[in-house]
């Protein structure tokens, strides 16, 4: 049997319209958004790592008059972004081996950083700083804690990683990010552990 870690993507490529059917749309991460996007130009290029389906994030951004390009693993998901916004850039590929050669005003990986390991996770903070745009906003969301914690998806397990929050802090001021804000298990947001960080 194959590590829940190492499953994630085929996971998200098995249950794509069971994932896309169940997630909510109303729109609870909306106060953290309005946040995010108030650091953020008029009509300002966001890069949205792990977009799932662009319901509802994706969608709010693009519907706001941002320009949003969108990477995930899974390509039934693309697909469904592709059929829902085809004025978008949609690209599957892994986080982990993100190379876009180009840099955007706004960042942000919402439930979907936080299913890598956390040696996995290190690394992918000078990726953050490679499409950063100076002054570029990140939101991200993660666990409360170091650890690792198993959840359930139709039957099957879903692997959820985490740093300390020292070292989330310690690594976004290496790669050049100033944090802003940062809640573990907000109330107000589904109990959702956010950060919300600025390139220098």
């Known amino acids: 049997m194959s590590r829940p870690d190492q499953d994630i993507i085929g996971l998200y490529q098995r249950h794509a319209r069971a994932f896309d059917e169940l997630r909510s749309r109303t729109l609870v991460e909306k106060a953290w958004l309005d946040r995010f996007l108030q650091l953020l130009p008029a009509g300002a290029s966001i ?30 998901l693309i697909d469904l972004c592709r059929q829902r916004f085809p004025a978008n850039d949609w690209q599957i590929g892994d986080m982990r081996k993100l190379s876009l050669k180009r840099r955007f005003d706004g960042l942000i990986a919402w439930d979907s950083f936080f299913h890598l390991t956390p040696e996995d996770q290190r690394p992918m903070f000078p990726i953050f700083r490679e499409h950063a745009a100076p002054g570029a906003a990140l939101v991200f969301t993660s ?24 070292e989330y802090g310690a690594l976004l001021d290496e790669n050049g990010f100033d944090v802003l804000s940062h809640v573990a ?5 589904g109990g959702h552990t956010i950060w919300l960080a600025r390139l220098r």
């Open 47 to 76: 890069l949205d790592i792990g977009c799932g389906a662009a319901e509802p994030i994706a969608r709010y951004f693009i519907e706001s008059d941002y320009r949003v390009t969108g990477i995930d693993a899974s390509a039934p």
């Open 185 to 189: 298990e907000d109330p107000d947001c």
């Open 143 to 166: 666990g409360p804690r170091h650890g690792e914690a198993i959840g359930s998806f139709e039957g099957e397990r879903l692997y959820h990683g985490s740093l300390a929050p020292a």
